[in-house]
């Protein structure tokens, strides 16, 4: 029997004498001569071994057959399938055309979002951060000018006329923007130059310190800021001794509640109400 098929420029011809011998002939197209005489037998393994011509090499099964021109050989029909085969180039290339599903879209839309999310809290949450550390920093700068003050001329400066909004510095009132320092302060009992306190730049909290070198119980002047404060604080050891009470006033995002930062002469701690507003 003769059965022919054809794969990727070959033709090939398989012939059967009915006594189990297969021989395979075959020629590869565009050669110009057919490769004649050379034979593919199947051996004792099931395994095909090819002779004769170097460019004819064993077949296994058809891959790419023409099915109005192939037959399959009897051993491929009998008990057993020819084997299967995949064209990988082809695959490649349907993978490489593949579109994107709106699943996909939809969850790369998804992740942008949170992602998006969370980069703005974080800078939300660094620019808090640097506000809060600008106010700590000046209120303790604010401090060691005092006590140079006081080392100096044997008393506190009185700067602020009164500890509130309205009479810090150099924003009377502070809000979400920076103000720079240097400026005329109109409603301070001297100017901030003679404390010699210099920042570094502009500033978004609004600055203040009251001093008294009589001993006097802190007045109306201090109170009017502490009576404000979420977290309520002891002045009562300030009288009877030189004291000055430092305050910073901050309205972070702008929403009118305001955070504010209360140092003494009496301790070194920095007591801050309502954070980040």
């Known amino acids: 029997m003769v059965h022919n098929r054809a794969r990727k420029g070959e033709i090939w011809a398989r012939v059967g004498d009915g006594g189990g011998r297969v021989a395979e002939v075959g020629a590869r197209v565009g050669l110009g001569t057919a490769a004649a005489g050379a034979t593919c037998e199947r051996g004792a393994d099931g395994r095909e071994t090819a002779e004769g011509d170097p460019n ?3 077949r296994t099964a058809p891959t790419h057959a ?9 051993w491929a029909l009998g008990g057993r399938g020819p084997p299967v085969s995949y064209d990988l180039t082809g695959m490649r290339h349907c993978l490489r055309s593949r579109g994107f599903t709106l699943i996909e879209v939809m969850i790369v839309v998804v992740v ?5 999310l969370l980069a703005i809290v974080a800078y939300r949450r660094w620019v808090r951060t640097s506000y809060m550390a600008e106010a700590q920093d000046m209120v303790q ?5 005092e006590e140079s003050f006081k080392a100096e001329t044997g008393g506190y400066l009185n700067v602020s006329s009164t500890l509130d909004l309205g009479f810090t510095y150099p924003a009377a009132t502070p809000g979400a923007f920076k103000t720079g320092w ?3 302060c109109g409603t301070c009992a001297v100017q901030w130059t003679s404390l010699a306190v210099e920042p570094k730049g502009p500033v978004a909290f609004g600055y203040a310190v009251v001093a008294d070198n009589s001993g006097a119980v802190p007045g109306a002047n201090v109170t009017a800021a502490t009576s404000k404060l979420a977290t309520s604080i002891s002045l009562a050891g300030l009288a009877g001794q030189p004291w000055y009470v430092v305050e910073a006033v901050g309205d972070i995002n702008g929403d009118t509640i305001y955070t504010r930062l209360i ?15």
Do not use: K
């Not at 942008?112 to 998006?116: A, P």
């Not at 003494?264 to 309502?274: A, C, E, F, L, P």
């Open 141 to 145: 700068n604010i401090r060691q000018a």
């Open 263 to 277: 140092g003494t002469s009496q301790s070194s701690q920095v007591t801050i109400d309502r954070e980040g507003e």
């Open 56 to 58: 004819v090499t064993a």
């Open 182 to 184: 240097g400026g005329n």
């Open 66 to 74: 023409d099915p109005h021109t192939t037959t399959y050989p009897s």
């Open 112 to 116: 942008i979002g949170v992602l998006s």
